[in-house]
């Protein structure tokens, strides 16, 4: 059982009303890893259909990250000197995480697809452990993220980190490696069980045989050897002929596209609507339908199926806003983005390396199925972990610049931010915004808005012998807006999205 029940009941029709605080609010946090008040309030009164066609736009005209360097090297670039050349591999991949991190919080859909798909297609660089592998896989999956799902199969199976992590580079066509083949159906567009056979494996994994030619000198790519393919006949549902690698793919999109459009179809929205698809009450079931159709009718496009979904009344509607647990990146990359405070590439690794601590280690889930999300992240260990380090950075950011509190606060509150002495009419717009769905009930709030007011007197406030206290002016405010942050971090509805 899931968190939450799915009792959304909204159809795939287009959200018209115009555009408030709180769906924009979720519409970043789904679509990415958040964004600024500012770049939401800009936003504010659009039409779902036009903000989601320009962020979809954007998301697909993004470059890619540029090839670093050290894109191409092998081992014999490296230093012989064997700690040396451990020394500059570890520099390399701090570079690349950085830079792919930053692209994760700087391009919304792109980078938050192109994350996605790691954890689909899946590789470990602790396996493959080769610096230039990483750089053209994670090159493959920002390429293909909103793009054609055929190509994208067919081009990240001959990416040498998958090569290397599911034997490819062991397939010979004396002596067939069957691990691909099964992820393939398994993992990658069928599902477990779904619509193939242990036979229809075992076929595959010949006619993917000889991508086997490794050189000599080490993460070298991988080249494909004639002589190392099985060429005998070979059938792959109920279709027989002397099969290579392309096709292979051909086929099975061929003979099998309503199960890949059922399966993806279904990752995609409880990625981004719901853990829980198969609600008793059939509707998800009727979304994920609908959401296969578009994919059918537009020959496996993500992008059309993605427009689609991010528009419709069932991705806004109340019963789809604060259901999915965040991930670590979630956690760390949300609350740098929306509170807009100061970081570096400093902060981005530290975050990078939070996140590895609480289980979601960047370029490495935990094995060929992925990271299994919602509550796998929510363990009495994770929590514990999830609680410190939010507070290590908060406490980083307030230390190099309290002022940005006040900033944050003040974005949210508009005028009452400059004008009032209810500190409690302060802290609630900031609750209801770094919260999904604001707290529980009014005895949370109020538990929050002790919080807030700190051991500030009483008669500073509003009702009070001397009201001189407002958010703008306030010495302690900045204090004041850090205080209530560390609380909210600690709070169950913090950990949604």
Not at 30 to 35: P, V
Not at 210 to 231: L, N, S
Request: aromatic share 14%; glycine share 6%.
């Amino acid at each position: 059982m899931e968190y939450f029940i799915n009792c959304n009941t909204a159809s795939l029709a287009p959200y018209t009303t115009p555009l408030d605080r709180y769906r924009v609010a979720h519409l970043y946090r789904r679509i990415g890893f958040s964004t600024s008040v500012q770049n939401i309030d800009q936003v504010v009164g659009q039409n779902a259909g036009t903000l989601v066609d320009n962020l979809m736009n954007q998301a697909i005209n993004e470059p890619a990250i540029p090839a670093p360097a050290w894109a191409n090297w092998n081992n014999s670039n490296y230093p012989s000197d064997e700690d040396a050349s451990r020394q500059l591999k570890i520099s390399q991949r701090n570079e690349f995480r950085i830079d792919y991190a930053n692209q994760m919080l700087n391009n919304n859909l792109r980078d938050r697809m192109s994350f996605f798909w790691s954890n689909h297609f899946v590789t470990e660089l602790d396996v493959y452990e080769c610096n230039p592998f990483l750089y053209h896989y994670i090159n493959c999956l920002q390429r293909n993220a909103l793009g054609n799902f055929k190509t994208f199969v067919s081009e990240i199976g001959l990416t040498d980190a998958m090569l290397y992590y599911l034997d490819g580079v062991f397939n010979n066509g004396n002596n067939p490696n069957e691990n691909y083949g099964r992820e393939l159906y398994e993992l990658f567009t069928l599902g477990e069980g779904n619509g193939y056979t242990e036979q229809d494996i075992i076929e595959t994994a010949r006619a993917l045989t000889g991508y086997v030619e490794r050189g000599e000198i080490g993460c070298e790519p991988v080249t494909f050897r004639a002589d190392r393919h099985d060429t005998g006949t070979k059938t792959i549902f109920g279709q027989t002929g002397n099969w290579g690698y392309d096709d292979v793919i051909d086929i099975l999109f061929a003979q099998r596209p309503n199960e890949i459009s059922e399966f993806i179809c279904r990752k995609l929205y409880e990625f981004f609507v719901h853990p829980d698809s198969r609600d008793d009450a059939g509707n998800a079931q009727m979304i994920i339908s609908g959401m296969a159709a578009t994919f059918l009718a537009n020959d496996f496009e993500i992008a059309p199926v993605l427009s689609q979904l991010f528009k419709s009344q069932h991705f806004f509607d109340d019963e789809a806003i604060g259901v999915i647990i965040k991930s670590p990146f979630d956690v760390y990359f949300n609350l740098l983005k929306e509170s807009s405070f100061a970081y570096d590439d400093t902060t981005i690794l530290a975050m990078v390396n939070y996140s590895g601590l609480l289980s979601q280690e960047l370029f490495d889930p935990i094995d060929v199925a992925g990271w299994q999300r919602n509550r796998s992240w929510i363990n009495t260990n994770f929590m514990i972990g999830r609680w410190l380090t939010l507070e290590a950075l908060m406490e980083d950011f307030f230390n190099a610049d309290d002022e940005q509190f006040r900033t944050f606060a003040l974005s949210l509150t508009g005028n009452e931010g400059l004008t009032s002495n209810n500190p409690d009419a302060i802290a609630r717009p900031i609750i209801d915004f770094i919260l999904p769905k604001g707290l529980l009930n009014e005895a949370e709030y109020d538990k929050a808005f002790t919080i807030f007011r700190s051991d500030v007197q009483p008669q500073y406030y509003e009702g009070g012998t001397s009201p001189t206290w407002t958010l703008a002016t306030a010495m302690e405010a900045p204090t004041q807006v850090y205080l209530l942050l560390q609380y909210l971090a600690r709070q169950p509805e913090f950990q949604l999205k």
